[in-house]
């Protein structure tokens, strides 16, 4: 199911981008105070969209992973990403807030636990997945984020296509180990990078800060890393990670799309292995204690 999910992003993020334009109920107004949580991709997703919202100047954005989230705490709203919309940490989280908060869920299924817990519910049904890894899902939600914090995202669904086929990486099955960095509302998409690898393909990815990459990390690279810098470089670190004779490969199209490229990496390392992407070892579609 993960390659055909994979291609139907670009439909997937059409249909977000229409139901963006119908302003959903739930999400914050310039000001509010949010808070996004997650757990595992969910979480990532979270990370990216606080980072995107700061940066658009629409109010303080706090991503928690759903069992962090601080107990007590005030927000004007709280929004919980969740496919399956039964992670335990996220019920857990929304029980915590209870009507202190105003809460929203962005879930990928018609019926669930979050959805009593929650004020609001955006339902991308559209973009719900078979496959235990995720990789529509968070990207649709992604573009519905941005849409609504204002963002021109009509050429997105084209840099989906672009990403689905343009050449991966060269030698991209090759490597001893994977590192994908980003900085600011690319950090999560980074990590979501290093997360399919090590979900889909059981390889040995990490994920960094762009900058942080340099204190110490970057011991690690040699010729055998895949270094992969989603959105713009900081200054200075192309050079470096030149210098450790690692192969370097920086975002051609928007860093979502980018993402999309990452995925296909994971999918096509996965059954490079013999491993179902489906079915990762240990895993299962939704985590419930
Ligand atoms: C999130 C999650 C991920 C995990 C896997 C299955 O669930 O458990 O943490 O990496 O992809 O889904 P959800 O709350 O978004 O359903």
């Given at each position: 199911h993960a390659s055909q999910e994979i291609a139907s992003q670009p439909g997937c993020w059409r249909t977000a981008i229409e139901l963006a334009a119908d302003r959903p109920a739930g999400l914050p107004a310039p000001g509010e105070r949010v808070a996004v949580i997650g757990c595992g991709t969910s979480w990532f997703a979270a990370q990216a969209y606080a980072a995107l919202r700061e940066r658009a100047g629409q109010g303080e954005t706090d991503a928690w992973a759903a069992s962090e989230f601080p107990s007590g705490r005030r927000y004007d709203r709280v929004i919980a990403i969740s496919r399956s919309g039964t992670t335990t940490e996220i019920l857990r989280a929304l029980t915590d807030v209870g009507s202190r908060s105003k809460t929203t869920a962005i879930t990928?299924?018609?019926?669930?636990p979050v959805r009593d817990l929650t004020d609001d519910v955006i339902t991308l049904d559209f973009a719900d997945?078979?496959?235990?890894?995720?990789?529509?899902f968070p990207t649709t939600s992604l573009v519905l984020l941005r849409a609504h914090l204002g963002e021109d995202v009509s050429a997105l669904p084209e840099h989906a296509e672009r990403a689905l086929s343009v050449p991966l990486p060269?030698?991209?099955?090759?490597?001893r180990q994977y590192t994908f960095l980003g900085a600011g509302w690319t950090a999560g998409l980074a990590n979501e990078a290093a997360l399919k690898v090590r979900e889909a393909a059981q390889a040995w990815s990490e994920s960094y800060l762009g900058m942080e990459?340099?204190?110490?990390?970057?011991?690690?690279?040699?010729?055998?890393s895949l270094v992969w810098v989603f959105g713009d470089a900081p200054h200075g670190l192309i050079d470096e990670v030149r210098a450790t004779g690692a192969h370097l490969e920086v975002s051609l199209l928007d860093p979502l799309a980018e993402l999309v490229r990452a995925q296909r990496l994971a999918i096509g390392l996965a059954v490079r292995r013999g491993l179902d992407p489906d079915a990762p070892r240990n895993l299962t579609r939704s985590v419930i204690l």
């Open positions: 990928g299924v018609g019926a669930g997945e078979q496959s235990v890894v995720q990789t529509r060269n030698d991209w099955n090759g490597f990459y340099r204190h110490g990390p970057i011991a690690i690279a040699d010729v055998a």
